[in-house]
């Protein structure tokens, strides 16, 4: 069988921002600073030495490029940034391999507006919600001759509280209130989020990598919108198919039905734990999928950065990240890749 092997890796850059440049109204690095961001960001990458690498909390794109430049092993690489402003965090991808197109998806389609009725015979209330906070970028990437596989790379919200400028977070309502701000978001973008997949996964064998920071663990009901709920066991086949033909599965599950695997968190928050940072595939990168045309390698964690404030005197430096990086193997099966593009 011959086989071709690409790696993809998803990196939270935490505020990559040109010097000098405020950000977030009062904050901004100082050269020395920058240079240090810069170095450490580039030193991780080539460490991955990810051929195709999805990032998030890109301010500037020029700030990107430098991070490449300074790597020295993305050469001739593409690289596009989603609507970078300077002023808010936004998502990117970089890739040794071509792009044959790319798209940025900013408002939410019309089918992934949420309404709410609390009875019958009450009008359907809309929720507020109508674009991502950060653009969601997809890229169909060419693995082989003309073969693509289309790559999501999002940031949802994150789970810090919302308070409104006559709210107080030493409130413990207003605090609660907050969180669920938060979360409404979040949950509405990945109504939205799945919306756009289900276009790109119903009905065709395009394999899909969805990879970025969604905020929330693997097992959260935000998370799961994203990747869709397994067909109950008992449903004819006919329906688990088309149930399966929509579904992303986390390259950690499907890593962790084989003996070996790293432990799985990408970022600490008051002691706890957490991965919040994941990549996904649909069914035709799932070996246990009879029609795959690739599976999934080894899955490496990037985390030995990330320090527990409760264990630790150590201050944060702000030239590094805060979240551990994930990266994938994955095995493409030529063979079959040629059969389908010669059809």
Known sequence: MKKKTIKVATFNLLNLVLPEKKYYGRKQYSQKDYDKKVEWIANKLIEINADVVGFQEVFHAEALQDVIDK????????????????????????????????????????????????????????????????????ADIQVHGNYNISFYVVHLKSKRP?????????????????????????????????????????????????MGDVNDTGQSVTTNMISGESPFRRLPIDVKKTIWDTLLYHVKDLQARRSYHDFYYTHIHNGHYDSLDHIMVSQELVSENPNHIGRIGYVSLYNDHIYDPTLSNERPKNWKSDHGQVAVTIELNLEKIEKKTQK
């Open 71 to 138: 790597t020295g092993i993305y050469k001739n690489a593409n690289v596009i940034v989603a609507n970078a402003n300077g002023h808010e965090p936004r998502v990117a991808i970089v890739s040794r391999l071509p792009i044959s197109k790319f798209d940025i998806y900013d408002e939410f389609d019309a089918e992934a507006i949420i309404d709410v009725e609390e009875t019958r015979e009450s009008e359907r209330i809309l929720m507020p919600y109508k674009k991502f906070s950060r653009p969601v970028l997809r």
């Open 162 to 210: 919302l308070i409104l400028q006559d709210e107080e977070r030493e409130n413990p309502v207003h605090l609660a209130k907050g969180q669920a701000r938060s979360l409404i978001i979040r949950a509405s973008e990945s109504v939205a989020l799945r919306s756009l997949l289900s276009e790109t996964l119903l009905n065709t064998d395009k394999p899909v990598v969805l």
